[in-house]
């Protein structure tokens, strides 16, 4: 695989994970970050959301959801999505604070607020290396079932781009045939590192 991928979306860690997982199986460079000021997980209720700090290890949600309401957890999908997110990686990520971490060739995003949020932070980034990055938004809905669907439909998008000499030059006839293909509009930019 010879392009460098990142996953984003939000907060709660699910979509850009399943993501990253499914890339990282068939072999891909991939990463994943939320945007979010924490990393947010359903609770109780819609007022109670478990509230944690981008880098708390995955184990360590996932232990303390389990003391609190193992069968809650379990049914709402919380506790398995906690499990694959840690054996992917030790902890989530926050975009914003990992700009060390090197450069993407290609940025995924799962909702348009996200999209618009990668953009700007890059746009707004010293351009030093002059090296482009191609940010993708495909709009997917927030549950572990369109996360599923939304993984699969990234994964053929990164196989068709790698599977290209050079992405800058056919993106256009890529991402057509991807919209007509898969009956999904997709946004995208480029920006510099």
Not at 7 to 36: I, P, W
Not at 62 to 68: G, I, N, P, T, V
């Amino acid at each position: 695989m010879k392009f460098r991928y990142a996953m984003v979306c939000s907060s709660n860690q699910n979509r850009s994970m399943e993501a990253h997982a499914l890339l990282k199986r068939q072999g891909f460079d991939v990463s994943s970050y939320g945007t979010g000021s924490h990393v947010k997980l359903p609770g109780p209720s819609l007022r109670e959301p478990n509230v944690y700090e981008f880098g708390t290890p995955y184990k360590q949600m996932l232990d303390e959801l389990r003391r609190k309401d193992p069968e809650l957890y379990k049914r709402n999908g919380i506790l398995p999505m906690l499990k694959r997110n840690a054996a992917v990686k030790l902890a989530p990520q926050r975009w914003q604070d990992n700009a060390a971490d090197g450069f993407f060739d290609v940025v995924f995003t799962f909702e348009e607020k996200v999209f618009d949020m990668v953009v700007e932070d890059l746009h707004n980034r010293d351009h030093v290396l002059k090296k482009c990055v191609l940010i993708i938004n495909l709009e997917v809905k927030d549950n572990h079932e369109e996360a599923a669907v939304g993984a699969r439909l990234a994964l053929d998008l990164c196989q068709e781009i790698d599977a290209t000499e050079s992405w800058e030059d056919s993106i256009d006839d890529i991402l057509t045939a991807f919209e007509k293909q898969h009956r999904r509009k997709l946004l995208y930019s480029i920006s510099y590192y």
